[in-house]
């Protein structure tokens, strides 16, 4: 299956501060998504974004599928940032099956 | 609005034990079903899909079967419980685009 490389592993930010998670992936996807986990493990999707650009406040997201990453931007982080992001692809030629990188921990502190 | 149910939320159970870990969706028809495991402070591992009823695809070989015997319920289950069963398991569903997750269940195998 395809392969998912999620970098940096873990992140301390100082609240207000800004931060880039990166998601590199292997193969062609149909789909790509970023997801935010709690401390309480509920995942929450964040963006579904194959392609383009997308922001919602205080997140944004890019994803160049040519050049097979994404990136996740988080701006005036809050401590309710705090948690694991997540991406996940779905191949381009096997739909339906999603996969996901190894997480991005992040710890932003007061 | 769709809803995704899982019970139970925890559970603990002896090695060589069988397990059941229910999943329904409301608020749609013919989901795309999915079980997630996580072990901790790891990423999402895929076990298996379901397009449709009796439709179930597997990923990884293992002693955890599932079950779809209705079109918005998925059923995952086990004969024998081993140690490295332990984890959070996470059921999903999909329109065909994004991934909705559940609150998941906590298992420990002692």
């Known amino acids: 299956g395809i392969q998912v490389e999620q970098s940096p592993p873990d992140l301390i930010l100082q609240e207000g501060a800004n931060s880039t998670l990166r998601c590199n992936f292997s193969?062609?996807?149909?789909?790509l998504q970023w997801f935010h986990q709690n401390p309480w493990g509920q995942l929450i999707n964040l963006f579904y974004i194959p392609s383009g650009t997308k922001q919602n406040g205080r997140l944004s997201a890019t994803t160049v599928a040519t050049e097979r990453y994404s990136l996740l931007y988080i701006s005036s982080s809050q401590t309710t940032d705090s948690g694991v992001y997540f991406c996940a692809v779905e191949e381009g030629y096997n739909f339906n099956k999603f996969y996901f990188g190894s997480g991005t921990k992040l710890n932003v502190k007061p | 609005s769709q809803t995704i149910h899982q019970w139970p939320a925890t559970l603990v159970q002896p090695v060589g034990s069988p397990l059941s870990l229910e999943c329904t969706v409301e608020g749609t028809s013919n989901p795309n079903l999915y079980w997630y495991r996580q072990a901790a402070g790891r990423g999402l591992q895929l076990l298996f899909y379901?397009?449709?009823?009796?439709?179930i695809s597997s990923e990884v070989p293992q002693n955890l079967s599932a079950s779809r015997p209705q079109d918005r319920q998925f059923i995952l289950s086990s004969k024998k419980l081993l140690l490295s069963d332990s984890g959070f398991y996470l059921c999903?569903?999909?329109?065909?685009?994004?991934?909705?997750f559940g609150p998941g269940t906590r298992l420990t195998v002692l």
């Open positions: 379901s397009v449709g009823i009796g439709q």
């Open positions: 193969d062609s996807v149909n789909n």
């Open positions: 999903a569903w999909s329109p065909g685009r994004n991934l909705f």
